[in-house]
């Protein structure tokens, strides 16, 4: 991370800015951490896919955003959910199946949805958001809105038409669109190298005529910074751009993964580079904090996390006559 010119320099909202990303961060960790207890004790049933590790993408984009712009995302979501503002009791809740969940509990870890927050998911087939993110991104620049959509996706979903026809058309269509690759270098058990002739995916953004970046996807300020050039890019110009995000994540693909493909050392090796930690001793380096707030911080989180387990612990599951409701639509209009 680039050192400021001096700590002096730094106004007190910019201090506040900077401690905000670092509780986001915390916040995803912890919550993510919570979740893996509360699966293994089966309260969270199904498959669940941790981004630890990645913290620092969702939370340096989506900070950049404004609250009118559309998000799009993974069945990796949580940690967009959180840094969207989405509470972690709502989420914990539609984790554990239950009716004060975002999707009354229908969606599960897969599919956070929350309309009031422009958050559209949360999209369980690899790749199968990124054309309703061209047709959203459109339906903006027709309805002449001041808003874009941000599109987050893998590696993994690069190697899938979807992304090809996608990218095209976006850049044909001219739309106001942030793609973001969160390149953590495995798609699932496959690495990069053995799913990729070309690696170096911002080419394939240049290859579609689209405005691209790359940046280093451990470092917040990095992500924030390239994230907050490439969206005022996109208000100025209306045009799509290609933002990859180089990650990497912690935990294996997902909780019923045995995590074979990879070695231990490489994993730790990338843990030297946990972007927490990283930002954390950033900010204490500065006196843009002090280790009181980290552990005040830290309380605080730890708490409202344990507060999310108990309200979804303490939640309803939906009553068998419902479960056929929303199955067709209830609008008299279509009926």
């Known amino acids: 991370m680039k050192e400021p010119a001096a700590a002096t320099n730094i106004d007190s909202t910019a201090t506040v800015q900077k401690q905000a990303l670092l509780?986001?961060?915390m916040l995803i960790r912890r919550f993510?951490?919570?979740s893996a207890e509360e699966y293994t004790k089966s309260n969270i049933r199904g498959f669940l896919h941790l981004y630890i590790g990645e913290e620092a993408v969702a939370s340096g984009i989506?900070?950049?955003?404004?609250?009118?712009?559309?998000?799009?995302?993974?069945?990796?979501?949580?940690?967009?959910?959180?840094?969207?503002?989405?509470e972690p009791g709502i989420i914990m809740a539609e984790m554990f199946g239950r009716l004060e969940g975002c999707?009354?509990?229908r969606g599960g870890s897969m599919h956070l949805f929350d309309r009031n927050k422009n958050f559209y998911g949360g999209n369980a087939i690899v790749a199968g958001h990124l054309p309703l993110a061209v047709g959203m991104a459109l339906a903006l620049r027709k309805q002449k809105k001041e808003a874009i959509v941000c599109c987050f996706f893998g590696d993994g979903a690069v190697a899938e038409g979807e992304f090809h026809e996608s990218m095209n058309l976006s850049a044909l269509l001219q739309v106001p669109l942030l793609w973001v690759c969160e390149n953590n270098q495995y798609a699932m058990g496959t690495a990069l190298r053995y799913s990729h002739a070309m690696t170096s995916l911002e080419n394939k953004g240049t290859a579609y005529n689209i405005d691209t970046a790359v940046v280093d996807g451990m470092d917040v300020l990095a992500v924030e910074a390239a994230a907050k050039k490439a969206i005022e890019t996109i208000r100025q110009?209306?045009?799509p751009f290609f933002l990859v995000c180089n990650t990497y994540r912690f935990r294996a693909h997902s909780m019923f993964d045995a995590e074979l493909y990879r070695e231990k050392t490489e994993v730790e090796e990338w843990k030297k580079r946990d972007p927490i930690e990283l930002f954390t001793a950033y900010l204490l380096e500065n006196k843009l904090t002090d280790q009181v707030s980290i552990d005040r911080m830290r309380a605080e989180i730890d708490k409202r996390v344990e507060d999310a387990v108990n309200f979804a612990s303490e939640g309803h599951l939906e009553a068998i006559e419902e479960m056929s409701r929303y199955?067709?639509?209830?609008?008299?209009?279509?009926?």
């Open 62 to 86: 989506i900070s950049s955003l404004a609250p009118q712009d559309i998000i799009l995302s993974t069945y990796r979501e949580h940690g967009h959910a959180l840094a969207r503002g989405i």
């Open 103 to 105: 999707c009354r509990g």
């Open 32 to 34: 993510e951490e919570r």
């Open 327 to 335: 199955v067709y639509s209830e609008n008299p209009k279509m009926q």
């Open 23 to 25: 509780y986001n961060m």
């Open 237 to 239: 110009t209306g045009k």
